[in-house]
Structures are given as structure tokens and as C-alpha cells.
């Protein structure tokens, strides 16, 4: 049964740096994945998303350059490197897998000084 856990977030300074990561309980190297966030009181919206392989990256305005989105399909986790955290990131950020409509629970991030 498939099963999608995150880690990683926290409370940041702002300018600070987390490092979200993906485990899934199973193999999803044929699946693009991606990862969304929700603030409070707003839609869920996307942050960026990554191909099965890994080839092929992309990011919303609001984080491009500052966020990198990376996979290891040999651990099945895909992480998503945070830098130069704004308090506007602050968010539960969910991952998806794309063509089986199925998300992990969540973590919370919060920049805030």
C-alpha cells in the first residue's frame, strides 16, 4: 500500500534554509512528482514538480531560484531544497504523486524571525 511521508520542515529564520523530503513506502520512478503548499486561509498551490526520471524540473514565480527540487529513485524520496526562505513561504507543504492523485500528509514550514 502506498504511502507518502514527509519530513523535514520546521520554523526558519528568514533567509534561512530547510530541506523538505518525500519517502515513499513504494517504488514511483514511473511517476512525476510534485510539491504543493497551503497557507492559511489560501488555496493549495503549486511549488514545483519533477519528471520520473528526474530530467525535467519545474517551479512556480514565487520560488524559482531559491527552491531546488532533486529525486532518488533508488530511495524512493524526493526532496525539495528551501533557501532563501521568505515569511510568505510559510505553509504546510504537501507531495503529490501526479498520475495516482495521492498525497502525503503534509509538514509544516514557518519562516518567521
Known amino acids: 500500500q502506498l504511502q507518502l511521508v514527509e519530513s523535514g520542515g520546521g520554523l526558519a529564520q528568514p533567509g534561512g534554509s530547510l530541506r523538505l523530503s518525500c519517502t515513499a513506502s513504494?517504488?514511483?520512478?514511473?511517476?512525476?512528482i510534485g510539491w504543493f503548499r497551503q497557507a492559511p486561509g489560501k488555496e493549495r498551490e503549486g511549488v514545483s514538480c519533477?519528471?520520473?526520471?528526474?530530467?525535467?524540473?519545474n517551479y512556480s514565480d514565487s520560488v524559482k531560484g531559491r527552491f531546488t527540487i532533486s529525486r532518488d529513485n533508488a530511495k524512493n524520496t524526493v526532496h525539495l531544497q528551501m533557501n532563501s526562505l521568505k515569511p510568505e513561504d510559510t505553509a504546510v507543504y504537501y507531495c503529490?504523486?501526479?498520475?495516482?492523485?495521492?498525497w502525503g500528509q503534509g509538514t509544516q514550514v514557518t519562516v518567521s524571525s
Open positions: 503529490h504523486v501526479a498520475g495516482l492523485d495521492y
Open positions: 513504494v517504488n514511483l520512478d514511473v511517476y512525476a
Open positions: 519533477i519528471s520520473s526520471r528526474g530530467g525535467a524540473t
